[in-house]
Antibody, heavy 118, light 109 residues
Framework: QVQLQESGPGLVKPSETLSLTCTVS????????WSWIRQPPGKGLEWIGY???????NYNPSLKSRVTISIDTSKNQFSLNLSSVTAPDTAVYYC????????????WGQGTMVTVSS | EIVMTQSPATLSVSPGERATLSCRAS??????LAWYQQKPGQAPRLLIY???TRATGIPARFSGSGSGTEFTLTISSLHSEDFAVYYC???????????FGQGTKLEIK
């Protein structure tokens, strides 16, 4: 059973880059689509983007200019970089995967809270 | 961009009763529609995908229906653990995009 675990700083200063890593266990990262999704406090879910194990990516147009998702198959990890952050980027960040369905996220990490503040 | 609209924002239902949640897409998403349940402090859990297929381990009291632009999640007889926020999510093939609705909070009446 594939499991995901997010890691990274819980506090990022405005204008800096938010960097998170998701570690995949219980299966190989060399399959499937791997996504990042965020949820501001008290609000709904926003898909940030995905990476395929081959390295191809697709990003939410609203964030595309600031987002980079990368993959390290040797470490079974994928990562999120979000540049030039501001307070509205404060959110719980989830990594998620589509494993057993065609287009729905059936595997989720527990989420990590990231606060943007000086 | 496809916009997903869920209604109502809040639904108050008594345990044992039936709950019906709606999700509308601004344009057709075929059957590329999923439903999630989220409890406070937890990650979302996939309930339904392909508009009507229950995910692994999801009780039969949860059912999904619809296609095109109108979708429904029905919980046939509410258990105490079903009170949560529910989100719908669509997948658009080209360009590849995932969009969530704003959520329906299902609360105890």
């Amino acid at each position: 059973q594939v499991q995901l675990q997010e890691s990274g700083p819980g506090l990022v200063k405005p204008s800096e880059t938010l960097s998170l890593t998701c570690t995949v266990s219980g299966g190989s990262i060399s399959s499937y689509y791997w996504s990042w999704i965020r949820q501001p406090p008290g609000k709904g879910l926003e898909w940030i983007g995905y990476i395929y194990y081959s390295g191809s990516t697709n990003y939410n147009p609203s964030l595309k200019s600031r987002v980079t998702i990368s993959i390290d198959t040797s470490k079974n990890q994928f990562s999120l970089n979000l540049s030039s952050v501001t307070a509205p980027d404060t959110a719980v960040y989830y990594c998620a995967a589509i494993v057993s369905t065609d287009d729905a996220f059936d595997i989720w990490g527990q989420g990590t809270m990231v606060t943007v503040s000086s | 961009e496809i916009v997903m609209t869920q209604s109502p924002a809040t639904l108050s239902v008594s345990p044992g009763e039936r709950a019906t949640l709606s999700c509308r897409a601004s344009q057709s998403v075929s059957s590329n529609l999923a439903w999630y349940q989220q409890k406070p402090g937890q990650a979302p859990r996939l309930l339904i995908y392909g508009a009507s297929t229950r995910a692994t381990g999801i009780p039969a009291r949860f059912s999904g229906s619809g296609s095109g632009t109108e979708f429904t999640l029905t919980i046939s007889s509410l258990h105490s653990e079903d009170f949560a926020v529910y989100y719908c999510q669509q997948f658009n093939n080209w360009p590849p995009r995932y969009t969530f609705g704003q959520g329906t909070k299902l609360e105890i009446k």
